[in-house]
């Protein structure tokens, strides 16, 4: 087994250029993120995140920084007993803004409700889990505690989605999303009905013997073909149009560890330099 990975590093070429330092990304001997960083063409940073966390492993900061914009903002996770009870969020432009969490036992269900900076409500959710933890519903309600959404979930006896409700402000049925799956329990069709029962979209995965999508069919006609090379650790991706034509294909080539070194995307139909990415990583001793 390999070592943990510290840190991914990432080039980007366009067209016949020099490839740019573009990206790096650190993660901790818990294999967290802890932070990234992006540059732009000249290798200068236009993006930082960084993110803090406690002995027991919790989120308890996160940090954006957008430098292009001269924007960013902060966020504190505060728990009580191994559970969070609060989100704050502090702006660099003077705002912020509060989540509470509360969770009721008796009734297994959680209460998140948004505060403005003035501490007035702005959005209250609603979500209720079963006995297994499982979401198996969700309600959205506005400042004036007027319901806006609401989904419900149902799942097998393994714990995978069945369906999806979708529901409006009246509580109508607007459209669900239907799940099967073959016995290793990957997806194999997905339906959506309308709130009349009518089928508005499908798609279809085809899985080749070691349980690896090769195809991906859609109600439109679009089709997405997988091709994969042992020999070269590559996958190679191709998006076809309803009439056959190629529109996009991506070529992604892994090491040994199976991690992506390479991706190589192409566009038939837009005229552009294609651009090339690639990747390094370096691993804790």
């Known amino acids: 087994m390999p070592n943990k990975i510290h840190f991914i590093k990432k080039f980007t070429q366009i067209a016949n250029n020099e490839p740019f330092f573009s990206e790096i990304k650190e993660y901790d001997e818990n294999e967290k993120l802890i932070s990234l960083l992006e540059y732009d063409i000249d290798e200068i940073i236009i993006y930082e995140y960084i993110a803090e966390y406690s002995e027991a492993g919790r989120l308890i900061i996160e940090k954006n920084n957008y430098m292009d914009e001269n924007s960013g903002e902060k966020k504190h996770y505060i728990y009580l007993e191994g559970e969070l009870i609060q989100l704050k969020i502090v702006s ?30 702005e959005e209250t959710v609603i979500i209720e889990y079963n006995d297994k933890k499982e979401v198996i519903s969700k309600q959205v309600f506005d400042e004036d505690d007027k319901l806006m959404s609401m989904t419900k979930t149902s799942y097998n006896d393994n714990g995978k ?39 508005i979209d499908w798609s279809k995965n085809i899985y080749d013997e070691e349980n690896k999508i090769i195809e991906q069919q859609s109600m439109s006609g679009t089709i997405i073909k997988n091709e994969y090379s042992k020999e070269e650790k590559a996958l190679i991706e191709t998006l076809y149009a309803s009439n056959g ?18 991706e190589h995307p192409h566009s038939f139909i837009d005229y552009q330099d294609d651009t090339i990415f690639k990747y390094e990583y370096v691993y804790y001793e």
Do not use: H, P
């Not at 660099?92 to 409500?121: H, P, Q, V």
């Not at 049925?173 to 799956?181: A, C, I, Q, R, V």
């Not at 034509?245 to 390479?262: S, V």
């Open 92 to 121: 660099e432009a003077g705002w912020c803004s509060t989540k509470d969490y509360n969770f009721d036992k008796n009734t297994n269900k959680l209460t998140i409700t948004s505060f403005d900076e003035s501490n007035k409500i």
């Open 161 to 199: 989605v069945l369906m999806n409700e979708e529901y409006d402000d009246k509580k109508k049925l607007e459209k669900s999303y239907n799940y099967s799956y073959n016995e290793l329990g990957n997806v194999i069709q997905t339906i959506v009905y309308n709130g009349k029962g009518k089928i």
């Open 245 to 262: 034509a190629k529109i996009r294909q991506t070529k992604t080539l892994f090491d040994e560890n199976n991690n992506i070194i390479e």
